[in-house]
């Protein structure tokens, strides 16, 4: 069975960080590309970052670059994401998300999805 299970969400002031980390298990973890989303209330679901299944390759959406980081640990089946400079705008639900041998931003590509961490940026 796989699990993928989102830690780390928090509130936090705006221009303060945080680093979120998602622990897979009951998959092939080199297998998949994993993927970073976030839903607002009354939003849709919004691609945040995706890394590759080796990790060489990062894609991020425009307003968190330069922000926010993407990482994988392959020997601890963990993703993080580190966000840095938050801003009330980052406020969301975020979710880990795993996608057989590729990566990137169209969520209809992921094949497995965790239950999500609140990030609460206040002003």
């Known amino acids: 069975q796989v699990q993928l299970a989102e830690s780390g969400g928090g509130l936090v002031q705006a221009g303060g960080s945080l680093r979120l980390s998602c622990a897979a298990s009951?998959?092939?973890?080199?297998?998949?590309?994993m993927g970073w989303f976030r839903q607002a209330p009354g939003k849709e679901r919004e691609f945040v970052a995706a890394?590759?299944?080796?990790?060489?390759?990062?894609e991020y959406v425009d307003s968190v670059k330069g922000r926010f980081t993407i990482s994988r640990d392959s020997a601890k089946k963990m993703v993080y994401l580190q966000m840095n400079s938050l801003k009330p705008e980052d406020t969301a639900q975020y979710y880990c998300?795993?996608?057989?041998?590729?990566?990137?931003?169209?969520?209809?590509?992921?094949?497995?999805w965790g239950q999500g961490t609140q990030v609460t940026v206040s002003s």
């Open positions: 998300a795993a996608d057989y041998y590729d990566y990137g931003a169209d969520p209809r590509k992921y094949d497995y």
């Open positions: 009951g998959l092939t973890f080199n297998w998949y590309g």
């Open positions: 890394i590759s299944r080796s990790g060489d390759y990062t």
